[in-house]
């Protein structure tokens, strides 16, 4: 990976070997998929892939010394908290999924190895739109989902 951003890039693709290969998946699937006048898309993709280029040279500079943490299924490129507050990281962990609704464990990494971790739930469109109905199989599925992550996120900050 180069250590400084390039540009003089013309397209994303000039920044490929700056990005993960994830990064380069979405590029190419917004490539593909954006209605725009060409010069507009490119100079849209160009600017996101230095963005991501930059954020992975932060990344790889401000967080190279550390793991991810050890419950980490993602970790995304680092950015500034706030201003002077130091840089954090955020990561995604386990999921569970019932009938449209997603209890996730997620959190941040800081440059001084401070892990802070939450549960948050989403709910998907579920039969009738936002807010749907689950039935009473669902609802303990849902309860029991609820109580195995409450679990492993009191396992994961004692």
Known sequence: MNTTPDNTAQTWR?????LTPRQVERLTEFE???????DEKVEALLNG??????????DHLIFSHLDKPADATAVYPCTERHPGEGWVREFAGTERTVGGVTVCISGTQSSDDEIERQLTVSVDDLCDGPGGELTPIQTRQLSAALIEAADELERLTA
Do not use: G, H, I
């Open 49 to 58: 892939a230095r963005e991501w280029a930059q954020n992975n040279l932060n």
């Open 14 to 18: 000039d920044l490929a070997d700056q």
């Open 32 to 38: 593909q998929r954006w209605e725009l006048p060409d």
